[in-house]
């Protein structure tokens, strides 16, 4: 069982439209972070979220942490094909990660 | 500067056989996880070293899963005697000590159990 859960679990839309992914959890993590990971290659980190409520933006990217820091969403405006692949989220406490089952995204051209 | 570097990049073995896979982190990066990455599913954290020294093996089958980091550097994980179920992704991970820093991912090994 997954501490955290991801929604929607696959996703698939054209060039040039907008993705929300969403990272739900009934546990309090010190942060959360999201990690992409493309076919046959590990997970990279795209960001960290400490503070509730903060909220990040990398280039077409907004990342959101809930204010009981317990959820997470990703936002992506205007999504690139080369935005495709599997998106994580983790949760991080006592210096550990719980990771969601991901995101597969795919955008088509 | 390096990233942390694992192989065999991929294994097929028969049930009941034994197999290792070896990580060498990024230098100077004194933590060092084993991740399962089940198809479908988020990585599952098996062993975490600080340096030399195990600081959570709690969710490592210790019946069959054995793991080591001599000189804390190099790591290996071995699977002894291997299960269907043991077919999965195993990502190493390595990550300065303290707080703040990020988990570097190897590209992983791909063990596939027959």
């Known amino acids: 069982t997954q501490l955290l859960e991801q929604s929607p679990q696959f996703l698939s839309i054209q060039e040039g439209e907008n993705l929300t992914v969403y990272c739900n959890s009934s546990?309090?993590?010190?942060?959360l972070q999201w990690y992409r990971q493309e076919p046959g290659e590990g997970p990279v980190l795209l960001v960290t979220?400490?503070?509730?409520?903060e909220v990040k933006k990398l280039k077409r990217l907004t990342f959101q942490f809930g204010d009981a820091r317990k959820d997470s969403s990703l936002h992506i405006t205007a999504a690139q094909t080369g935005d495709t692949g599997l998106y994580l989220c983790?949760?991080?406490?006592?210096?550990?990660?719980?990771f969601g089952a991901g995101t597969t995204v795919t955008v088509r051209a | 500067e390096a990233g942390v570097a694992q192989s065999p990049r991929y294994k097929i073995i028969e049930k009941r056989q034994s197999v290792a896979f070896w990580c060498n982190p990024i230098?100077?990066?004194?933590?060092l996880y084993w991740y399962q990455q089940i198809l479908g599913q988020g990585p599952k954290l098996l062993i975490q070293f600080q340096n030399n020294g195990v600081v959570d093996d709690s969710q490592l089958p210790k019946d069959r899963f054995s793991a080591e980091r001599l000189k804390g550097v190099d790591s290996t994980l071995k699977i002894q005697p291997a299960k269907l179920e043991d077919s999965a992704v195993y990502l190493c991970a390595s990550k300065k000590s303290g707080t703040n820093y990020e988990q570097y991912f190897g590209p992983g090994t791909r063990l596939t159990v027959t």
């Open positions: 983790a949760g991080e406490r006592d210096y550990k990660l719980s």
């Open positions: 230098s100077g990066h004194a933590t």
């Open positions: 979220v400490v503070t509730g409520g």
């Open positions: 546990s309090v993590f010190s942060s």
